[in-house]
């Protein structure tokens, strides 16, 4: 009896964690000289440490989204439109994403702690 209770008490306490959704973020560029990086429609400056799936809208081909940190470098093409989908783990330290063409105006960060 007491080992059905334990087994009943460690399912209550791992299946919500196995059952949590990864968190979504949404990236952005173009159509004209923007890019952005949000969860929901707040933009990203701080995010915990852990994994993400990013959603990237290319709207323009003159443009591409670089996401860049401590062991992560995924990019869309210049030239390119449409979406693309990455499951990432972000690990502490600083990101940041640009277009890589116009990256001295196309540019953003954040942290992660």
């Not at 923007?34 to 709207?59: E, F, P, R, W």
């Not at 540019?107 to 702690?113: D, P």
């Amino acid at each position: 009896m007491k080992l059905v209770a334990l087994a009943a008490i460690i399912a209550a306490l791992v299946v919500p964690s196995a059952l949590a959704a990864t968190p979504t973020l949404t990236g952005t560029v173009g159509p004209g000289f923007t890019i952005t990086l949000k969860k929901g429609s707040a933009k990203v400056t701080k995010l915990k440490a852990g994994s993400y799936v990013i959603k990237v809208s290319d709207k323009s081909s003159i443009h591409n989204f670089r996401l860049k940190g401590p062991g992560v470098n995924k990019t869309t093409k210049v030239g390119g439109t449409g979406t693309s989908t990455w499951k990432v783990t972000l690990k502490k330290g600083k990101y940041t994403y640009v277009c890589d063409p116009h990256a001295s105006i196309m540019k953003g960060s954040f942290t992660v702690s």
